[in-house]
């Protein structure tokens, strides 16, 4: 029963310590582009000393930022999610030229219309994450566009 006890007082001690690292936040907003367009902006927030990948990587290097979203009846995609300039540098981690971005990046998705607002769409990030010394396992977060 001693024993018992050491290993659960041990174990809350760690799980006490353990930090769940989330380096990158992320916020969702709409822009109304006209009567029956409208922009979808993902917007990564992108703690100090981290950087987040592009949507196009070379093959072997992290795990590419891609977006999908739940079809639905009230609008169409168009074209495919465009992304801001970023740097482009030889990562040291990966020994390529990647595309990331730091402190901060928005994503754009534009849709049409095919009924009336308001209503809602639903989409998902997957992103990969490094800082000068490791790399995250991939994530993803559940994103929802209000759209009005």
């Known amino acids: 029963m001693k024993k018992l006890i050491l290993f659960v007082?041990?174990?809350?001690?760690?799980?006490?310590?353990?930090q769940v690292l989330e380096p990158v936040k992320w916020s969702t907003s709409v822009n109304k582009i006209s009567a029956t367009e409208y922009e979808l902006v993902a917007t990564a927030t992108i703690?100090?000393?981290?950087?987040?990948?592009?949507?196009?990587?070379p093959e072997?290097?992290?795990?590419?930022t891609s977006f999908s979203f739940?079809?639905?009846r009230n609008f169409l995609k168009k074209g495919n999610?465009?992304?801001?300039?970023?740097?482009?540098?030889?990562?040291?981690?990966f020994e390529m030229e990647i595309k990331?971005?730091?402190?901060?990046?928005?994503?754009?998705?534009?849709?049409?219309?095919k009924g009336k607002a308001p209503f809602d769409v639903n989409g998902v990030v997957e992103f990969m994450?490094?800082?000068d010394t490791r790399c995250l396992p991939p994530t993803e977060v559940d994103l929802v566009f209000n759209v009005k």
């Not at 990331?100 to 219309?113: N, S």
Request: with cysteine; glycine share 10%; hydrophobic share 30%.
């Open 9 to 18: 007082v041990f174990m809350s001690t760690l799980v006490g310590q353990a």
């Open 60 to 64: 072997d290097g992290p795990i590419p």
């Open 70 to 72: 739940q079809s639905g």
């Open 129 to 131: 994450v490094c800082d």
């Open 100 to 113: 990331y971005f730091d402190t901060k990046a928005d994503f754009k998705q534009r849709i049409k219309l």
């Open 47 to 57: 703690d100090e000393g981290w950087h987040l990948y592009a949507q196009g990587v």
């Open 81 to 93: 999610t465009s992304e801001e300039e970023g740097h482009t540098v030889k990562d040291p981690i």
